[in-house]
């Protein structure tokens, strides 16, 4: 047993303490904060602000297309997840649903690159605020070294999250709606001026790629990784009010920020050009120059916005990551301290500060290696290729799930038909980062995460020969159940 459980009970050294039981605090979520959690970490605005002209590079005018068919990917995808959430509501969400569908090693490689994909987003995103932020100070006279402001931000994340999962999705809806709000608002300015030369259908037709269904394609892994965090309510099973609140989050935070991103993906390649894609792929802020352009007196704004997205997308990425990493230490897949649980608050207390500390090192190391802009773009390819196999064993899991243990809720369309396509679908970005073989170091990730897969996977044998115990545990705590240590 890990000393951190140890209990004293007077009498006898060797009497046996008292069982304790590790749950976080039922009840604290409702429908709102499910879809709030999902939306955020999703973070539109920074979907908005600097993942299209990464986008652009590969799809060229294309870009809104692509962004409508991540859109019918992640959609189709949803459905194995929120079929598997309504079912099994867990904290360990992807860990827990692979390894009831799959069997317990599946479901360590899934926690497993679950972990890498989280963890990589708190980092990416810290190091992209202390960049945005850090130029958004610069044109007012004021000088800030970014890795200053991405530890004022962590330091934020940290307090924030350890005070209780309601709190931070507070701070979520607020800075959510705010830059909502100003995006919406620029896109229909943008639109209703006409853009640079007047509306077209020119950015949703496959013609408009240069690089025709290879770009589409490659243009994808970034389009998928606009989405990333759709999933993240089902982090909360064990926290929202009633279970069906996690699937309904799950869809209507997808349709939400889906909808949000046609709009303005839309308005973003008007407002260049479709003749503008190269001017559009060199900006590395470029919200702000069509605010500059089209609404300069939202500029501010817009700087604004891009700085609260980033946060939230901070906040929501790191409480989604300390519940995997709770759920799997509090079934001894992990060091067991992680499942400790703060005696007011109910937040996973030791697993916050670990992430804390992984994130902000991580940070200033590729950060100070690569450049802050660069260690979000390679991050971000990074762990949307690691999140991408989790979705496809996600709905293997759901399809064998209900082919079994709930055999008697089966739907052939739900359980076996949508699962196929949400697997295949997946396989449209892999392919793009295969063939034609990008340039470096995008070309070195797909090896990068073929070696965590099979890492974790010998890890989960070793772990399945010497401790089976350890395997049989996985999955198997529920949101109804408790586990004493």
Known sequence: MSDDTTTHVQGSPTTPPEPQHVRLKKGAVGLGGAVVMSAALMGPAVSVYFNPQLVAGFAGAAMPLVMAVSLIASLI?????????RELPSAGAFYTYVARGLGPRYGFVTGILMFLAYALLVPAELALIGIYSHDILNGYGVSVPWPVIAL??????????????????????????????????????ILAKGGAHGLTVTPLLPSSSPHGLSGIALGMVFGVLSFVGFESAATLGEEVRKPHHVPWGIFGAVLLVGAIYLLTTYAEMVGFGVNGVDKLTKDTAPFTTLAAQYAPWLKLLVGLAGVSSIFAVI?????????????????HMLPTKLARVHPRHGTPSVAIIANAVFAVVVTLAIGAWVGPFNAYAYLGSLLTLAIIPVYILTNAACIRFFATTARAKRNTFQHVVLPVLGMLVMLIPIYGLIWPVPAA???LFPYLVVLAIAASTAAAWVIGKRHPEALARAGAVLASAEVEI
Request: aromatic share 8%; hydrophobic share 60%; proline share 1%.
């Open 77 to 85: 995808v949803a459905n194995g997840v929120a079929e598997m959430a």
């Open 152 to 189: 004022i931000f962590a330091a934020a994340m940290l307090a924030l999250s350890w005070r209780g999962i309601a709190g931070s999705l507070k701070t979520a809806l607020t800075l959510f709606a705010v830059e909502v709000s100003v995006i919406v608002v620029l896109s229909l300015v």
């Open 315 to 331: 906040m929501n990425s790191h409480n989604g990551i300390t519940r995997i990493i709770f759920a799997m230490g509090r079934e």
């Open 441 to 443: 170091p995008y070309n």
